[in-house]
């Protein structure tokens, strides 16, 4: 993939006139790529950028679809053996970060979104697991022969790691262009990820054993926050769990109707067009945040069978009922 990358300009007379090479800052081609991950793949999330890991700063961490964390390294030139290296021990060193350190990162960089929903929205539904493997992305402006021997082999041995060459053209009128190539592409990366070790799903079935003090505190500091999801939890499913013994999917139709209700607050992520389909979103999400291992207080009081697909049967314990009565007013 060394080759190198030459551009023309078609002008309206037909003639061909070369466009030049423009290389770019490395804190202009960091922004770039945090704002437009698709530059150098696809389903990327960024959520962070010069974070501190222990061991230095990491450019940009992203989230993708199955919910690895991405180190992505931004660099103008070909990626030498100690930028590999540096990139291999920033990966090393998020490996056993949680989802509470992962939040924590993503609201520095985000303060008014909510995590859940800005997965929901940049890769269209939100990862059932966070965290369970790391990759590496390695951006640069340009490439070389040993660069790309180096991370082939890795890439071949277990380490999900690529190489994206950004490329920026400038026209003589000041019109710049980019372009992307990867080293390797996203099918084969995917097949060599297959190959490895199967990640295990980050959700629990076991309830939480909090006593009854402490469980109500648990549910009222949940219940109080303002993003949508424990909104939803808070006004659409509780209410309703507490008047039947179980609600189906069929049931939870009211989350649409709340939305509509709610429109002009979360109107910045919803459309009317789009509202039908992000009910289901929504829906999924509170199977996700019911089943995740954080959330174990959720458990205690609400039970979610996911034994058939489709199906998000929620019900809550008889015994458990007064304690949620307590815990949502």
Not at 55 to 79: H, M, S, W, Y
Not at 165 to 180: N, Q
Request: hydrophobic content about 35%; overall charge negative.
């Amino acid at each position: 993939m060394a080759t190198k990358i030459e551009l023309w300009e078609i002008g309206k007379d037909k003639n061909l006139t070369e466009v030049s090479e423009d290389v770019p800052l490395e804190e202009e081609l960091e922004s770039w790529v945090f704002n437009y991950p698709e530059l150098i793949g696809e389903g990327l999330a960024p959520i962070g950028r010069q974070i501190e890991t222990g061991r230095g700063r990491l450019d940009i961490l992203c989230i993708d679809t199955r919910g690895f964390l991405v180190v992505v390294e931004v660099k103008r030139e070909a990626p030498t053996r100690e930028a590999i290296g540096q990139s291999i021990q920033y990966a090393t060193e998020i490996e056993n970060w949680d989802y509470e350190k992962i939040e924590e990162i993503f609201r520095q960089f985000h303060p008014d979104d909510v995590m859940e929903e800005y997965l929901i929205r940049k890769l269209g539904k939100a990862p059932e697991s966070l965290n369970q493997a790391q990759r590496i992305i390695l951006a640069s402006v340009k490439t070389d022969t040993l660069a790309e021997e180096r991370v082939d082999w890795l890439s071949r041995n277990g380490v999900d790691i690529n190489i994206a060459v950004v490329r920026c053209f400038k026209t003589a009128d000041g019109r710049r262009f980019l372009s992307r190539a990867a080293l390797i592409s996203e099918e084969e990366l995917m097949q060599r990820s297959s190959a490895g070790r199967k990640m295990p799903s980050q959700v629990s079935d076991t309830p939480g054993s909090y006593e009854q003090e402490e469980l109500k505190s648990k549910l009222s500091e949940y219940l109080v926050k303002p993003d949508l999801i424990s909104s939803v939890i808070r006004e659409v499913l509780f209410p309703l769990i507490l008047q039947k013994d179980s609600v189906k999917r069929s049931d939870l139709k009211e989350i649409k109707r709340f939305l509509e209700k709610n429109s002009s607050e979360y109107g910045d992520i919803i459309s009317e067009e789009e509202r039908k389909r992000y009910a289901g979103q929504v829906l999924g999400a509170l199977g996700r945040i019911i089943c995740h291992p954080n959330y174990n207080y959720l458990r205690q009081v609400v039970a979610y069978d996911r034994s058939q697909f489709g199906t998000d049967n929620f019900s809550i314990e008889e015994r458990k009922v007064s304690s949620s009565r307590r815990g949502t007013a």
